[in-house]
């Protein structure tokens, strides 16, 4: 079975245009998760849902950033418009259940310009 | 507030021996741990977990401790090798919701 996919592997960017990242969660998933690491503040949660509704998104830094989940296999984050300091890795991550492991994607390395 | 505290310096042990990475939490009631390995340009892999009524758990050569008293989970790699060389992450779910707050992480070097 496939794992989580994520797209792109790498983006670089200037800032002030609208990045867009892409998640495939593994099939039969009813969690999905977005995070973003860096060294200063480690793997932090941004937003989750659960069977396609956002749960929370506490973690979603400002509105610039924004996340959806339109189907069971698809998700997006997008940041508009970009800043610098956005730069990152992205990842995503799914599981059967809160109390379940999460399988991660292998993310998505932003650079903002 | 909340933390969750791993030794953020690299823990450089030789072949063979056995590796113990702590995990501390503070003002965190969790209903259980979660630990996590990842490799460079890699997404945190799954490893193992322990509930709060669970004082250890084993598969193969790691093993989990978790003392709610003290508020650490200690993770062990008996006889490690080279290939164990990477980043240990612990995470913790609180008991309502279901957050899972990672630590920031250890780096493990294995020499031969």
């Known amino acids: 079975d496939a794992g989580v996919i994520q797209s792109p592997r790498h983006e670089v960017t200037e800032m002030g245009q609208e990045v867009t990242l892409r998640c495939k969660p593994i099939?039969?998933?009813?969690?999905l998760f977005w995070y973003r690491q860096t060294m200063m503040r480690g793997l932090e949660l941004l937003i989750y849902?659960?069977?396609?509704?956002?749960?929370?998104d506490s973690g979603m830094p400002e509105d610039r950033f924004s996340a959806k989940m339109p189907n069971a296999s698809f998700s997006t984050l997008k940041i508009q418009p970009s800043e610098p300091r956005d730069s990152a890795v992205y990842f995503c991550?799914?599981?059967?259940?809160?109390?379940?492991?999460?399988?991660f994607g292998d993310g998505t390395r932003l650079s903002i310009l | 507030s909340q933390k969750i505290e791993q030794n953020s310096e690299a823990l450089n042990i030789q072949e063979g021996k056995t590796a113990t990475l702590t995990c501390n939490y503070t003002?965190?009631?969790?209903?259980?741990l979660q630990w996590y390995r990842q490799d460079p340009g890699r997404g945190p892999v799954f490893l193992l977990l322990?509930?709060?009524?669970?004082k250890e758990k084993r598969k193969e050569r790691l093993k989990v401790t978790f003392d709610t008293t003290l508020k650490q989970s200690l993770f062990h790699i008996t006889a490690s090798q080279p290939a164990d060389s990477a980043t240990y992450l612990c995470?913790?779910?609180?008991?309502?919701?279901?957050?899972?707050?990672f630590g920031g992480g250890t780096r493990l070097m294995v020499k031969p």
């Open positions: 991550a799914s599981s059967t259940g809160s109390d379940q492991p999460q399988h």
């Open positions: 099939s039969g998933h009813d969690y």
């Open positions: 849902f659960n069977n396609n509704v956002p749960i929370d």
């Open positions: 003002n965190y009631s969790p209903a259980y």
């Open positions: 322990i509930r709060e009524n669970e």
């Open positions: 995470a913790l779910v609180q008991n309502a919701g279901n957050m899972l707050t």
